[in-house]
């Protein structure tokens, strides 16, 4: 299989494979760079109410197709009709939280069930036609390129490469939008077709992504990518590209994971690729990870214990509590039987005349800026200019002999 997985890495597992990868990177940089703005918007169960609304869309196509003689798995015709679908849906999430005073997660809600329990009706009603029982379109509920024709992926890179190109076009006004719509407005950016460019840019990642992913865990690929790639960067620039680079990572991996395991289904392995970097990220991020956090806490917490075993050192106070001892020896402030050194002596005494100091920068700033920025742990240098420390020791008269 690792054999099989490299051939398929490297394009050589044959030309359908070669494609289905290739149009599975382009689908995940437009899902993933498309889909930051709108996690940026807040709007992220949208992109739910859009992949639930194309199942009738793609059943009505089917039926039709076979009406008119066809055997209803042309792709084209099935994605042109999940479209319409997706779009009526989009059209009725709007309507009625403008015209009703119902909450947008309400209509979501409510349009994603009718319309995927329409479409599960349609595909139960097809089943039992003729032709229903090789019509494949249970694909497009969990992503299938079994039996993917060539033109099938031909569809998909295409439609991946045009999203990422409207991408590339209108970066910038979706992102001045989904950082902060009152200021796109005063700059002159029409926020309303910017916010239905998102919509549409989500809509045909929906849509592309149906037979690939399906339209169940198409929603997990756009979501995926920017809430990785928000643990890694603050800026919205890089959240943009860092999410597309992830969401390409993952659509092109899986992808040839699939390639190389034909039984395994294609969209759930590419949605584990992506939860898989997501889970490295939200343990490993140098910022929001939750190793930084847990090493931000433990410096935190021997901060805490030297300031109070200085302070302790300072009052000529015993010291019981192990950590604090611990912390206290290893920078050399006192020696293995708690007596300080001469470091730690000079230590203590500024520190308690820090704490005299802050408690004169309270009276002097009250609610002001400097002295709310105290957390009794930081030097007063880094808060207070060298004039502010100068005054506030005028005050204080001249620092007490280190005993």
Same mark, same amino acid.
């Given at each position: 299989?690792?054999?099989?997985?490299?051939?398929?890495?490297?394009?050589?597992?044959?030309?359908?494979?070669?494609?289905?990868?290739?149009?599975?990177?382009?689908?995940?940089?437009?899902?993933?760079?498309?889909?930051?703005?709108?996690?940026?918007?807040?709007?992220?169960?949208?992109?739910?109410?859009?992949?639930?609304?194309?199942?009738?869309g793609v059943g009505i196509a089917f039926m039709?197709?076979?009406?008119?003689?066809?055997?209803?798995?042309?792709?084209?015709?099935?994605?042109?009709?999940?479209?319409?679908?997706?779009?009526?849906?989009?059209?009725?999430?709007?309507?009625?939280?403008?015209?009703?005073?119902?909450?947008?997660?309400?209509?979501?809600?409510?349009?994603?069930?009718?319309?995927?329990?329409?479409?599960?009706?349609l595909l139960t009603i097809i089943q039992t036609?003729?032709?229903?029982?090789?019509?494949?379109?249970?694909?497009?509920?969990?992503?299938?390129?079994?039996?993917?024709?060539?033109?099938?992926?031909?569809?998909?890179?295409?439609?991946?490469?045009?999203?990422?190109?409207?991408?590339?076009?209108?970066?910038?006004?979706?992102?001045?939008?989904?950082?902060?719509?009152?200021?796109?407005?005063?700059?002159?950016?029409?926020?309303?077709?910017?916010?239905?460019?998102?919509?549409?840019?989500?809509?045909?990642?929906?849509?592309?992504?149906?037979?690939?992913?399906?339209? &169940?865990?198409?929603?997990?690929?756009?979501?995926?990518?920017?809430?990785?790639?928000?643990?890694?960067?603050?800026?919205?620039?890089?959240?943009?590209?860092?999410?597309?680079?992830?969401?390409?990572?993952?659509?092109?991996?899986?992808?040839?994971?699939?390639?190389?395991?034909?039984?395994?289904?294609?969209?759930? &392995?590419?949605?584990?690729?992506?939860?898989?970097?997501?889970?490295?990220?939200?343990?490993?991020?140098?910022?929001r990870g939750i190793l930084a956090a847990l090493?931000?806490?433990?410096?935190?917490?021997?901060?805490?214990?030297?300031?109070?075993?200085?302070?302790?050192?300072?009052?000529?106070?015993?010291?019981?509590?192990?950590?604090?001892?611990?912390?206290?020896?290893?920078?050399?402030?006192?020696?293995?039987?708690?007596?300080?050194?001469?470091?730690?002596?000079?230590?203590?005494?500024?520190?308690?005349?820090?704490?005299?100091?802050?408690?004169?920068?309270?009276?002097?700033?009250?609610?002001?800026?400097?002295?709310?920025?105290?957390?009794?742990?930081?030097? &007063?240098?880094?808060?207070?200019?060298?004039?502010?420390?100068?005054? &506030?020791?005028?005050?204080?008269?001249?620092?007490?002999?280190?005993?």
């Open positions: 299989m690792l054999s099989a997985f490299v051939d398929a890495l490297l394009l050589q597992a044959g030309y359908n494979a070669a494609l289905v990868a290739i149009g599975a990177a382009l689908l995940g940089i437009a899902a993933g760079s498309g889909g930051t703005f709108l996690f940026l918007r807040k709007r992220a169960l949208v992109s739910d109410a859009v992949a639930h609304a194309t199942l009738p039709l197709m076979v009406a008119l003689g066809g055997d209803g798995r042309n792709l084209p015709v099935l994605l042109l009709g999940s479209a319409l679908s997706a779009g009526i849906g989009l059209l009725a999430v709007e309507w009625i939280t403008t015209r009703t005073r119902l909450a947008e997660d309400t209509a979501i809600g409510a349009v994603l069930s009718v319309f995927f329990g329409f479409g599960i009706v036609m003729a032709s229903g029982y090789q019509a494949g379109l249970e694909g497009f509920l969990l992503g299938s390129t079994a039996g993917m024709l060539f033109a099938d992926a031909v569809v998909i890179a295409l439609g991946g490469a045009i999203s990422v190109a409207f991408i590339l076009v209108l970066r910038r006004p979706m992102t001045l939008v989904a950082f902060d719509p009152e200021f796109a407005a005063a700059s002159g950016v029409n926020v309303r077709r910017m916010d239905l460019a998102m919509m549409g840019l989500v809509m045909a990642v929906t849509v592309i992504g149906l037979k690939l992913v399906g339209l &169940i865990l198409v929603v997990a690929l756009l979501i995926i990518p920017p809430v990785t790639a928000r643990l890694w960067t603050e800026r919205t620039e890089r959240v943009v590209l860092l999410s597309g680079l992830i969401g390409g990572f993952s659509g092109y991996v899986g992808a040839a994971l699939s390639a190389s395991a034909p039984h395994l289904p294609t969209g759930a &392995i590419i949605v584990l690729v992506g939860f898989a970097l997501f889970a490295l990220s939200l343990l490993f991020a140098p910022v090493i931000r806490r433990r410096e935190f917490q021997l901060r805490v214990h030297r300031r109070q075993g200085l302070l302790a050192l300072a009052r000529n106070e015993a010291i019981f509590d192990g950590l604090t001892l611990s912390v206290l020896r290893r920078e050399g402030l006192i020696r293995q039987d708690a007596v300080a050194t001469e470091e730690g002596r000079a230590a203590a005494a500024k520190t308690l005349r820090d704490e005299s100091r802050w408690a004169v920068a309270r009276e002097l700033y009250e609610d002001a800026a400097e002295s709310a920025r105290y957390d009794g742990l930081a030097p &007063i240098e880094s808060v207070l200019t060298r004039d502010a420390i100068a005054e &506030i020791d005028r005050r204080l008269g001249p620092p007490a002999p280190a005993s």
